[in-house]
Antibody, heavy 118, light 107 residues
Framework: QVHLVQSGAEVKKPGASVRVSCKAS????????ITWLRQAPGQGLEWMGW????????NYAQKFQGRVTMTTDTSTSTVYMELRSLTSADTAVYYC???????????WGQGTLVTVSS | DIQMTQSPSSLSASVGDRVTITCRAS??????LAWYQQKPGKAPIRLIY???SLQSGVPSRFSGSGSGTEFTLTITSLQPEDSATYYC?????????FGPGTKVGIK
């Protein structure tokens, strides 16, 4: 069965960076992309971008361009998302999800709460 | 960016009722649309993909239809466990965008 397991909650100060990991299992890692999404408290879902795991091509939402980096480690079937220059507006639950190229995400990780507070 | 709207924003219905949620795209997206169910504190679950295909393991009371700019999610006989927020997602062009959600409650 497909599982995506994310790293634990983080508390960061404004201006800092955060890196969230997403470890995949239960399928052939390089045959699907990993999408990152987030959800601010009490708000809707926001698509951040994705990375193709077989060649590390990325596509980031313009909103996050220059501030986000997604990387993949095929040896451990893990994808990382780093977000820099954090502000309180980045406080959210961050999700990774599996997706076929151009497809909608099917299986999701459990979410990682990132809190940005001074 | 493609804007997605949903109606209604919330509804309350009785067990056994038929419920319909509408999602509209600001431009045509063919059938590149998915529906998700999210319960409080949980990750979303995909119910429907490419507008009308039922995700494996999802009860058959859920169905999706539509193409182009207008889509619907139907629950034919509402159950207590269907109390949740439902989101549509377009994956036709970047950035992919979600509707604002429809909160479904049980009377």
């Amino acid at each position: 069965q497909v599982h995506l397991v994310q790293s634990g909650a983080e508390v960061k100060k404004p201006g800092a960076s955060v890196r969230v990991s997403c470890k995949a299992s239960g399928y052939t890692f390089t045959t699907y992309s990993i999408t990152w999404l987030r959800q601010a408290p009490g708000q809707g879902l926001e698509w951040m971008g994705w990375i193709t795991t077989y060649n590390s091509n990325t596509n980031y939402a313009q909103k996050f361009q220059g501030r986000v980096t997604m990387t993949t480690d095929t040896s451990t079937s893990t994808v990382y998302m780093e977000l820099r220059s954090l502000t309180s507006a980045d406080t959210a639950v961050y999700y990774c999800a599996r997706s076929a190229k151009w497809g909608s995400p099917d299986y999701w990780g459990q979410g990682t709460l990132v809190t940005v507070s001074s | 960016d493609i804007q997605m709207t949903q109606s209604p924003s919330s509804l309350s219905a009785s067990v056994g009722d038929r419920v319909t949620i509408t999602c509209r795209a600001s431009q045509g997206i063919r059938n590149d649309l998915a529906w998700y169910q999210q319960k409080p504190g949980k990750a979303p679950i995909r119910l429907i993909y490419v507008a009308s295909s039922l995700q494996s393991g999802v009860p058959s009371r859920f169905s999706g239809s539509g193409s182009g700019t207008e889509f619907t999610l139907t629950i034919t006989s509402l159950q207590p466990e269907d109390s949740a927020t439902y989101y549509c997602l377009q994956h036709n062009s970047y950035p992919f965008t979600f509707g604002p959600g429809t909160k479904v409650g049980i009377k």
